[in-house]
């Protein structure tokens, strides 16, 4: 089977991570340090906070924003239920805005009727890899005073319009799972230019400490490990070899998926560095569950991203939300997830092609 995902950890992690355990310092410590500073020099921010997951990250931004009970933050559906849920931490309220059919990003031209006066938050996805419109959501946010939050965890190292994910917004949020484009087993970062909200999140991240056993407010053990950060910085330094092939075996793909009838390739926006966390299709004739199945059987691996918007899910429902989001609904449906990872071999795309011509015979 050709796995849907394959984190590569090498020598090279290994030799720092045995460095970190002979050391002695396997908590939060310089290794840490080390890779938040690296980190903000890859991106291009003057400053990046550490921190457990990138879900942890997500939380730690929206209250270092301020966000809190009785505000409203505007997102996506179209994600991992991560991006919501780290509203509801808050006790604010997320608005779930229709996305893009095209990039499965949020809609930029629906976001202003979505605006009420509770509105204190824009948190857009860059989903697969793709950044969101970002030119068109930071102006809004500027017209509406609002903070806007980059949910860049599927987006290490992708670029709009020149600038890099994680310097478009006020905070940007990574997430360095084993699957991601880069990873240090479980963990996340929050990017940022803002020296008050960069404190705000060191101070969130370690029981509310400005010094130690000095409690100032409520906070959180959300912090990363030096264990995290040695392969962080190892995985860093290998980020755009990773993102590179990515992008090259993503291109033989689309290359050859647009000549398959009953899918459709993924589509890039001009002026943009897509870096494909996944490489997603959109399954138009058929029956997506037939696609999976002969997929599956034949030796390649898939997955959906994502099979339930996010106000559809039981912990929503239960909560009352009754939003509707045609498009993400649909793509719900359709959406198809195969292999694009940097361990990829020439004859691993080229069976994985050769799968889907003989399904789209079968199934068109």
């Known amino acids: 089977m050709i796995p849907i995902a394959n984190p590569i950890i090498e020598d090279e992690e290994i030799q720092e991570v045995v460095k970190v355990l002979k050391s002695g310092f396997i908590a939060q410590g310089p290794k840490v340090a080390e890779f938040e500073e690296k980190f903000a020099n890859y991106v291009g921010t003057e400053y990046a906070v550490a921190v457990s997951s990138g879900t942890t990250a997500l939380h730690l931004a929206l209250l270092a924003a301020g966000v809190g009970e009785g505000d409203e933050v505007i997102t996506t559906p179209f994600s991992f239920a991560a991006t919501g849920n780290s509203i509801l931490y808050t006790g604010a309220k997320p608005v779930f805005v229709d996305i893009n059919p095209q990039t499965y990003n949020i809609d ?30 930071s102006q809004i946010a500027s017209e509406n005073n609002l903070v806007v939050i980059e949910d860049a965890a599927q987006a290490h190292g992708a670029i709009y319009h020149g600038d890099m994910a ?71 330094k290998k980020l755009d070899k990773f993102n590179l ?114 399904a789209s015979m079968r199934f068109v």
């Not at 031209?109 to 419109?133: C, F, N, R």
């Not at 943009?272 to 034949?298: A, P």
């Not at 939003?323 to 649909?330: G, M, N, R, S």
């Open 108 to 137: 930029p031209q629906k976001i202003e009727e979505a605006i009420t006066s509770k509105t204190k938050a824009i948190l857009p996805v860059h989903l697969y890899g793709q950044p969101a419109d970002m030119g068109i959501i």
């Open 166 to 236: 994680g310097e478009l917004g006020d905070m940007a949020c990574f997430s360095f799972y084993p699957t991601k484009n880069m990873t240090t087993s479980e963990g996340g970062i929050v990017t940022t230019n803002n020296k008050e909200m960069a404190d705000k999140i060191r101070i969130l991240r370690a029981h509310g400490e400005k010094e130690r056993y000095q409690h100032s407010v409520l906070g959180y053990n959300f912090r990363m490990t030096d264990i995290s950060a040695a392969i962080g910085v190892a995985q860093l």
């Open 245 to 358: 092939k990515r992008i090259e075996n993503a291109a033989y793909l689309s290359e050859h998926i647009n000549e398959i009838d009953g899918i459709k390739a993924p589509y890039i926006m001009d002026e943009v560095k897509h870096v494909f966390h996944q490489f997603t299709i959109r399954v138009e004739k058929g029956s997506r569950d037939d696609w999976i199945k002969f997929i599956n059987e034949n030796g390649v691996g898939t997955g959906i991203h994502y099979p339930i918007p996010i106000y559809k899910q039981e912990l929503y429902q239960n909560l009352g939300f009754s939003d509707e989001c045609p498009e993400a609904e649909k793509a719900a449906l359709e959406v198809l997830s195969i292999p694009v990872h940097p361990n990829l071999k020439v004859e691993d795309l080229e069976k994985i092609v050769q799968v889907l011509e003989d």
